[in-house]
């Protein structure tokens, strides 16, 4: 397992044993860092799933089709 990754912008990350012994960063400081961007992430991610899966709904369409369907079903339980 490399202990050294690239980005796609070609940034260089170092395991975190690596960075503490290189750049003298304390291990919770880069767990929090590392969460930070994680939670970054996920919360884009999150965001773009959303739009992809929420359509917005005109209002005014919504509401008639409601009030058609109750006349449907109001008509099938009255007997002619």
């Known amino acids: 397992m490399?202990?050294?990754?690239?980005d796609r912008q070609g940034a260089v990350y170092a395991s975190p044993r690596i960075s503490l012994l290189v750049l003298g960063y304390?291990?919770?400081e880069l767990l929090q860092d590392a969460v930070a961007?994680?939670?970054g992430d996920l919360v884009e991610t999150l965001d773009r799933r959303h739009?992809?899966?929420v359509k917005p709904?005109?209002?005014e369409a919504?509401?008639?089709?409601?009030?058609?369907?109750?006349?449907?079903?109001s008509s099938q339980r009255t007997p002619s």
Not at 2 to 6: A, M, V
Not at 62 to 73: A, D, K
């Open 2 to 6: 490399s202990r050294l990754s690239r």
């Open 26 to 28: 304390p291990i919770d």
């Open 37 to 39: 961007a994680l939670s």
């Open 51 to 53: 739009d992809d899966l």
């Open 57 to 59: 709904v005109d209002g």
């Open 62 to 73: 919504f509401f008639e089709m409601l009030r058609q369907r109750e006349e449907e079903l």
